[in-house]
């Protein structure tokens, strides 16, 4: 394997790992953690409460969303400066950094900045409308993550010239 290749299977890795880590959090680890009630014998957590639990999730998932979107920012510009431009390639990674940027730099510290203030922060529209929009922030990555990793392995099989 030359180092194009294990430059590229690496990026590759490190994408779907991404990937996998939003949808866990999305599709497995929320619905746990904010139906709680459903699954315990009794009440233990208030809505709050499992909110916090979220929280500290979302604010440790955003040390990597900080660390991949470096790793997407120097791959992807090092292939435009090699002059191996896709712009389906460029698009997603472009979107994916600017919603792990959203979400890892805006939406988690304000919601814990909200969470801090105590529960009736947290039942405002206010913060209703800041959880919708990291929820839409949240799967706008995972789509954006979605067409970077199926684009860029498409680019692995595609001959040099096809390109």
């Given at each position: 394997m030359?180092?194009k290749q294990?430059s590229?299977t690496?990026y590759l890795?490190?994408v779907?790992?991404?990937?996998g880590?939003?949808?866990i959090l999305?599709i497995?680890?929320?619905p746990v953690?904010?139906?709680s009630?459903?699954l315990?014998p009794?009440?233990?957590l208030?809505?709050?409460?499992e909110?916090m639990?979220m929280?500290?999730i979302?604010r440790?998932f955003?040390?990597?969303?900080y ?11 090092n292939e ?23 979400f890892?730099a ?5 919601i814990?900045a909200m969470?801090?203030?105590?529960a009736?922060a947290?039942?405002?529209?206010a913060f209703?409308s800041?959880?919708?929009?990291s ?17 860029r392995m498409?680019l692995m099989?595609l001959p040099?010239?096809g390109?």
């Amino acid at each position: 394997m030359n180092t194009k290749q294990l430059s590229v299977t690496l990026y590759l890795l490190a994408v779907a790992v991404t990937l996998g880590a939003v949808l866990i959090l999305g599709i497995v680890v929320a619905p746990v953690i904010f139906h709680s009630a459903a699954l315990l014998p009794t009440d233990l957590l208030s809505r709050y409460e499992e909110g916090m639990l979220m929280g500290e999730i979302f604010r440790r998932f955003s040390y990597w969303a900080y660390v991949m979107a470096v790793i997407m920012l120097v791959f992807e510009g090092n292939e435009y400066r090699r002059q191996r431009r896709d712009k389906w390639a460029i698009m997603s990674a472009l979107l994916g950094v600017a919603t792990l940027l959203m979400f890892a730099a805006v939406y988690v510290p304000m919601i814990l900045a909200m969470q801090a203030e105590g529960a009736d922060a947290t039942a405002t529209e206010a913060f209703a409308s800041l959880h919708s929009a990291s929820e839409f922030d949240f799967k706008l990555l995972a789509v954006a993550l979605i067409v970077l990793f199926v684009r860029r392995m498409q680019l692995m099989f595609l001959p040099a010239a096809g390109r």
